[in-house]
Every structure is written in C-alpha cells, then in structure tokens.
C-alpha cells in the first residue's frame, strides 16, 4: 500500500513513519506541503495522511488543494487537538476518511492502521478498487 504522509512536524512524522513501517505492506513517502501534496500528480497513492495546523483556515486549504488532485484517494487528516472537532465538521463534505490528533496516540494509531490494513484486504478480497486509480 502506498501512503502519502504530508507532515512538517519533524516528530508526527517520524512516528506515523516509524509506525507503518511496522507492517511490510506499507511504502511511506514524506512530504512537506502543497508542493508535496504535487507528488499525487506523478504516481497512485492508496492513502494521505495530512497533517494540518491548528489554523483551520489553511487546514481547509490544504484539504482543498489536495481534493482538486484526488478525490478518490483514502484522507486521514491529523490535527492538534484543539483543531479535531473543526475537521470533523468537514469530514463529509472532504471526504475525510479518519481524524487523528495530535500529539499521536500509540493506540489509536494503531487503531487506525489496523481498521485501514482491514479495508485494503476486503478490497482485495472483492476485487474492489479505488475509484481514482481505474
């Protein structure tokens, strides 16, 4: 599975980082901002793992930017605490599919990997496909 981790705390990203690689199924690649998220244009994703700042308004431009790229493509957002209950207001109308704050909960981290891990293999079992890759 191919993952996007768009972060620029050096610390949220060496953990999500660190963590996938836990699993061997998990290619991570590190980016930093909007022209990160550009790296969508040169090659599939299966997931982006968004980090947003507690700033909601560039959070959301963040989101967009990356919407206008994908729409199809897996979304975590991961935002400080304070900003998780702003991006879960706009979790349907982005598409997001999970929210993790920060600082990064071991747990659920794990949690959210596992639950990701799961929906990859019953895709795979019903010959389902991301709607953005066909």
């Not at 290619?27 to 299966?46: H, I, S």
């Not at 431009?61 to 991961?78: A, C, N, Q």
């Amino acid at each position: 599975m191919e993952v996007l981790l768009v972060e620029k705390d050096h610390l949220v990203r060496y953990q999500v980082k660190v963590g996938m690689q836990q699993f061997p199924e998990f290619k991570v690649t590190c980016v930093e901002g909007y022209g990160g998220l550009n790296a969508l244009r040169q090659r599939p994703f299966d997931a982006v793992f968004l980090g947003v700042s507690d700033d909601f308004a560039e959070g959301r431009r963040m989101i967009e930017h990356l919407r206008s790229i994908d729409r199809g493509i897996d979304l975590v957002v991961m935002s400080p605490e304070k900003g998780v209950k702003d991006m879960a207001a706009e979790k349907p109308r982005f598409d997001i599919w999970s929210i993790l704050s920060t600082p990064i909960d071991v747990t659920d981290f794990f949690r959210l990997v596992a639950r990701l891990r799961e929906r990859r293999q019953q895709d795979a079992a019903t010959g389902a496909a991301n709607p953005a890759r066909t």
